[in-house]
Nanobody, 117 residues
Framework: QKRLVESGGGLVQPGGSLRLSCLVS???????????MGWYRQAPGKQRELVAS???????TYADSVMGRFTISRDNGKKKVFLQMNSLKGEDTAVYYC????????WGQGTQVIVPS
């Protein structure tokens, strides 16, 4: 059974950086490599939003709010997706999740990112 495991969050000062990781456990290389994957976030009192995605062909897209600051990447051999977050702001505070963009799996527990305002 496939399971999403996010990690790498924490408390960081404005302007700082974090690198989030997402493991799709229970998946095999040939299946994972075909996934279009995304990083989502949900801030307190707000809906979950997609902030970055990467296709199986490694085409990336970003929300306007993170463009130029966040970078999504993937390692198919490790069945992982990463989100490098630089120049963090208070409004980036949220729980971050990863998932298959086209065929969502059960959501993982997410990883908390806190950037004091």
């Amino acid at each position: 059974q496939k399971r999403l495991v996010e990690s790498g969050g924490g408390l960081v000062q404005p302007g700082g950086s974090l690198r989030l990781s997402c493991l799709v456990s229970g998946s095999i290389f040939s299946v994972f490599s075909g996934y279009d994957m995304g990083w989502y976030r949900q801030a307190p009192g707000k809906q979950r939003e997609l902030v970055a995605s990467i296709t199986s062909d490694r085409i990336t897209t970003y929300a306007d709010s993170v463009m130029g600051r966040f970078t999504i990447s993937r390692d198919n051999g490790k069945k992982k997706v990463f989100l490098q977050m630089n120049s963090l702001k208070g409004e980036d505070t949220a729980v971050y999740y990863c998932n298959n963009v086209r065929e969502p799996l059960a959501w993982g527990q997410g990883t908390q990112v806190i950037v004091p305002s």
